[in-house]
T-cell receptor, first 117, second 112 residues
Framework: GAVVSQHPSRVICKSGTSVKIECRSL??????MFWYRQFPKQSLMLMAT?????????EQGVEKDKFLINHASLTLSTLTVTSAHPEDSSFYIC?????????????FGPGTRLTVT | LAKTTQPISMDSYEGQEVNITCSHN???????ITWYQQFPSQGPRFIIQ???TKVTNEVASLFIPADRKSSTLSLPRVSLSDTAVYYC?????????????FGRGTSLIVHP
């Protein structure tokens, strides 16, 4: 089946620094990618939707200047957490929609564990 | 966007069949029903998808009644490794505006 990768899988950074997370669709073209955040024992919360070549659409309450999303190609989207703080520590998951699939199948990445100290 | 309701948790034992039901009263005509499985610290994994009646694959079955207002994921003969959270999502995956939105999910615990 289709594969979505994320890099890094784990990252620890100091408060005030920025962290970039990459999401790649390895064997299909992803016209749309989604970024989620998941806190312990909670469900996935959608942060933003990104379409290749256009600005991301952020969910209410998500700061677009703090969580920078770039979808520069049909196989790569990046999420940059700027000026990270301990409360940004979470599990970040991306998903990609296969633009060529009949039912627009979604595939999820393995997630990135961010810890801000 | 169709809202889904699932039991928060379920317990079972190895070898038993587990049925998890999801309610989606506001499902639209073009919506499909998709189930995902998630283990701790991993991304969700696709299990099965259906539109109506019954769908079966190598890991599960999905039963959808005629009114499509609910669906039941059936896991035959569960094992300890099936302990996970299961999410039911409803939407028009082929539609350009579909945004996969997760509800609370069902935490399944399989006991020895």
């Amino acid at each position: 089946g289709a594969v979505v990768s994320q890099h890094p899988s784990r990252v620890i950074c100091k408060s005030g620094t920025s962290v970039k997370i990459e999401c790649r669709s390895l064997d299909f073209q992803a016209t749309t990618m989604f970024w989620y955040r998941q806190f312990p024992k909670q469900s996935l919360m959608l942060m933003a939707t990104s379409n290749e070549g256009s600005k991301a659409t952020y969910e209410q309450g998500v700061e677009k200047d703090k969580f920078l999303i770039n979808h520069a190609s049909l196989t790569l989207s990046t999420l940059t957490v700027t000026s990270a703080h301990p409360e940004d520590s979470s599990f970040y998951i991306c998903s990609a929609r296969d633009g060529g699939a009949r039912f627009g199948e979604q595939y999820f990445g393995p997630g990135t564990r961010l810890t801000v100290t | 966007l169709a809202k889904t309701t699932q039991p928060i948790s379920m317990d079972s034992y190895e070898g038993q069949e587990v049925n998890i039901t999801c309610s989606h009263n506001n499902i639209a005509t073009n919506d499909y029903i998709t189930w995902y499985q998630q283990f701790p610290s991993q991304g969700p994994r696709f299990i099965i998808q259906g539109y109506k009646t019954k769908v079966t694959n190598e890991v599960a079955s999905l039963f959808i009644p005629a009114d499509r207002k609910s669906s039941t994921l059936s896991l035959p003969r569960v094992s300890l490794s099936d302990t996970a959270v299961y999410y039911c999502l409803v939407g028009d995956g082929a539609g350009g505006s579909y945004i996969p939105t997760f509800g609370r999910g069902t935490s399944l615990i399989v006991h020895p």
